[in-house]
């Protein structure tokens, strides 16, 4: 198995633009999480999915930020308009759904908003 | 709200010492995970521990769970440099929102 697939690996935006983030969970994996990690506040939980369907996105900072899991192989986050304080490394995750398995991460995306 | 909190939040230590991280959650749960994130890179999960009392070890390193204290302990025996990274716990609460530990930075120094 690949593992959880992130792209891009990096992204460098200008301030104003719609930023896209996206994720391909491990197959068969029922439950998708996106953190953002910062060196002044850690790994905060943004939201997350199960079956699909958004369960909590009380972690989203604003209202410029959403999120989409159109099918069980594939999530989006979405930035728009992006700002400088949006540069964080962001990852996502995922996990089976049984109740004592572990999150499994991909390997993030820097994203730099100039 | 859960809260889910390491200490210490940085640690430098020589080769060949013992050390130990605690990590503290402040609502019930019988599961938590530690993982490891080396700079630059993701996390990787190290440790699954899933009842009180559990015990966990791979190589230098042993997790501990006590559910009845909410506190899980990250062992480091004769420390070499390789185990230099961030260490994470993280707790459910409830059944699926996994919530993270600040993380401990540990360096280790030949």
């Known amino acids: 198995d690949a593992g959880v697939i992130q792209s891009p690996r990096h992204e460098v935006t200008e301030m104003g633009q719609e930023v896209t983030l996206r994720c391909k969970p491990i197959s068969g994996h029922n439950s998708l999480f996106w953190y953002r990690q910062t060196m002044m506040r850690g790994l905060e939980l943004l939201i997350y999915?199960?079956?699909?369907?958004?369960?909590?996105d009380s972690g989203m900072p604003e209202d410029r930020f959403s999120a989409k899991m159109p099918n069980a192989s594939f999530s989006t986050l979405k930035i728009q308009p992006s700002e400088p304080r949006d540069s964080a490394v962001y990852f996502c995750a995922s996990r089976a759904g049984f109740m004592n398995t572990e999150a499994f991460f991909g390997q993030g995306t820097r994203l730099t908003v100039v | 709200e859960l809260k889910v909190e390491q200490n210490p939040l940085f640690l430098s230590m020589q080769e060949g010492k013992n050390y130990t991280i605690y990590c503290n959650y402040s609502t019930t749960s019988d599961r938590l995970y530690w993982y490891r994130q080396d700079p630059g890179k993701s996390l990787e999960s190290l440790f699954v521990?899933?009842?009180?009392?559990a015990v966990k070890q791979e190589g230098r390193l042993m997790a501990s769970l006590d559910t009845k204290a909410r506190l899980s302990t990250l062992h480091i025996t004769a420390a070499v440099h390789d185990l230099s990274a961030t260490y994470f716990c993280a707790v459910f609460q409830g059944a699926q929102k996994l919530v993270f530990g600040q993380g401990t930075r540990l360096t280790i120094n030949p």
């Open positions: 521990l899933l009842s009180n009392g």
């Open positions: 999915f199960n079956n699909n369907v958004p369960i909590d």
